[in-house]
Each structure stands twice: as structure tokens, then as C-alpha cells.
């Protein structure tokens, strides 16, 4: 399963990046707006330490504008994806840019019959948000594991990116599932490596290596 970071943090970004956890970043309005930037000029900045794809989500509500708007998106980088919401509209924007041989990730996905859609028009990535529908007592997990089972039964290439990850579970579970990416906070990605019997052990090994006087250097 590929990370993506889903993030505008540059320090974030840059830690992951380093450590070859982050095969790409995905962006919406709100985490550009927490950045406190320009969208274009931050997410040129994103593009040119990550060579994996850097979704930018349009603003418009409308097909042609949003067309527009992911043009301009498009030129900033060859590996961005424009992002566009899960409506008509942004489904014929879907179409229109991928014909254009730019990269899509449809957001807002939250049901079966809505991914089925974004895989009829192209997209590169569906983004169904788990945590989304956690909040609301559905089970986020069930939706990505009915996305794989259809895109599996007819052959469809868009990736599974799970979206509004929350916590670590989230993670192994969509790996389990076999989402294609899971876009996640760096705080969830850096979690996966704690373990409570870690620490534990670490304590023991450490008591000991002071009672022998243990040393390597
Ligand atoms: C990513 O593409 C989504 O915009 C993001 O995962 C949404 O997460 P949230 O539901 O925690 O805001």
C-alpha cells in the first residue's frame, strides 16, 4: 500500500519524505488554509521535494471552471493531481482532464455507487473518507472494502486512496483490504510505530544494559 501525507506542512512533508515513507501528499482548501499560503505557490514548493503525486483540489462548483481551474492546477508540476469533488460536475471535469492526460483524484467519495461513477469517467484515485463516515456511525472500512470488490469484479485501474484516516487501525485495516493508497495525518503515519510491549521491552533491555554495564561505543 502506498502513504500518502496528507498535509501542506513543509517540515512535515520533508521529515516523512526523507525517511521514504511518502510515495505522495494529497491537499484539500482546508489544510492549504491552515498553511496560512498561497495554494499555487505552496504547492509548487510540495511538487519539488515529492516525486510521487501531489493532489490540488479545485475551488469552483461548476464543470467548465473547475476545468479551468485544474489547467492551471496541472501546469504547476507533471506529478500533480487535480482534485475534484464527487459531483456531476466534477465527474465531467474528471473526464475532460484525464482526456487531457492530467491526473484526477475525485474527493468526497462516500458511497459505492458514487466510486463506480469516478471509475466510469477515469479517475486516477477515488478518495473514500473513512473517518467521515465513522462520525456519523456508518463504517468507513466497509465502504473501501465494497470499492475493492467492484473495481476488482470489472477490471477498473482507478486507485483506491482511503481519505480521512483517523488512526493507526485505519491504516492496517486498509492495507488488509487492499486499498491502494491511504492518505493519512503525519501524526497517524508516525504512530504505526509505537507499540506499548515496544516501550516495555526497551525499559528491561535498558535495565539491564546499566546492571552489566553494557557498551557497544
Ligand atoms: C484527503 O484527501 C482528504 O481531504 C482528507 O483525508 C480529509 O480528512 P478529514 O476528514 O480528517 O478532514
Known amino acids: 500500500m502506498k502513504f500518502f501525507v496528507d498535509t501542506a506542512e513543509i517540515d512535515q512533508i520533508k521529515e516523512l519524505n526523507d525517511l521514504g515513507m511518502v510515495d505522495g501528499v494529497t491537499t484539500n482548501p482546508t489544510l492549504i488554509a491552515k498553511s496560512g499560503r498561497d495554494i499555487i505557490e505552496v504547492t509548487k514548493e510540495i511538487c519539488s521535494i515529492v516525486s510521487g503525486p501531489v493532489s490540488a483540489e479545485v475551488t469552483a462548483l461548476k464543470a467548465d471552471e473547475m476545468i479551468a481551474e485544474g489547467r492551471k492546477l496541472a501546469k504547476i508540476a507533471p506529478n500533480i493531481a487535480v482534485k475534484v469533488p464527487l459531483t456531476w460536475d466534477g465527474l465531467k471535469a474528471c473526464k475532460t482532464l484525464t482526456d487531457e492526460g492530467t491526473m ?9 455507487n458514487q466510486a463506480l ?9 477515488i478518495s473514500p473518507f473513512i473517518g467521515r463516515l465513522d462520525d456519523i456511525n456508518l ?8 470499492i475493492r470488490q467492484i473495481y476488482d469484479n470489472y477490471g477498473f485501474e482507478t ?10 487501525n485505519h491504516m492496517s485495516e486498509c492495507a488488509k483490504i487492499g486499498a491502494d493508497v491511504a492518505t493519512a495525518p503525519a501524526s497517524v503515519i508516525k504512530s504505526m510505530a509505537n ?11 535498558l535495565a539491564d544494559i546499566q546492571k552489566a554495564g ?4
Open 139 to 146: 463504517d468507513g472500512l466497509d465502504l473501501i472494502a465494497d
Open 117 to 125: 461513477l469516478a471509475a466510469k469517467a477515469g479517475a486516477t484515485f
Open 104 to 112: 484526477v483524484n475525485v474527493t468526497l467519495c462516500f458511497s459505492a
Open 159 to 168: 486507485q483506491i486512496l482511503a481519505a480521512s484516516i483517523r488512526s493507526v
Open 195 to 205: 507499540h506499548v510491549l515496544t516501550d516495555k521491552g526497551l525499559q528491561g533491555f
Open 214 to 217: 553494557i557498551k557497544i561505543l
